[in-house]
């Protein structure tokens, strides 16, 4: 069987017509794969990674979410919270259990009552 009167392409089992065949340029699946879907932990971890502003002594910054959260905690801490004094404590032995003998560190917090410096504002 031929295509057009005149043309010499047979068609035939994996030889379309040409009118039939993809135009060049265009796409077989013009809507292709869905993108998959992000996990819980990859949303929350594109999440923490954006930046924001803040005013930390008169000065602004950008830092990601997770340095602005973890900046909150310590604040919270130093001003009495236990749940996040707990938080920081178990931050730190944690880091401390995972750092090779040598490499262990050691933080020490000097709170005095009157202190005058400015707190971080958000």
């Known amino acids: 069987m031929m295509s057009k009167k005149g043309d010499k392409y047979e068609v035939g089992y994996g030889k379309p017509p040409v009118h039939t065949r993809f135009q060049k340029g265009m796409s077989g699946n013009p809507s292709g794969r869905r993108a998959r879907q992000l996990s819980f932990d990859e949303l929350m971890a594109r999440e923490l ?32 919270d236990l749940s996040a004094q707990k938080q920081v404590r178990e931050s730190l032995s944690r880091l401390e259990s995972s750092l090779p003998l040598h490499e262990t560190i050691k933080v020490t917090l000097k709170l005095e009552e009157d202190d005058d410096t400015p707190k971080e504002h958000w």
């Open 49 to 80: 990674g954006k930046k924001i502003t803040i005013t930390e002594n008169g000065e602004s910054r950008r830092i990601t979410k997770q340095d602005a959260i973890v900046k909150r905690c310590v604040q919270k801490a130093i001003q009495g």
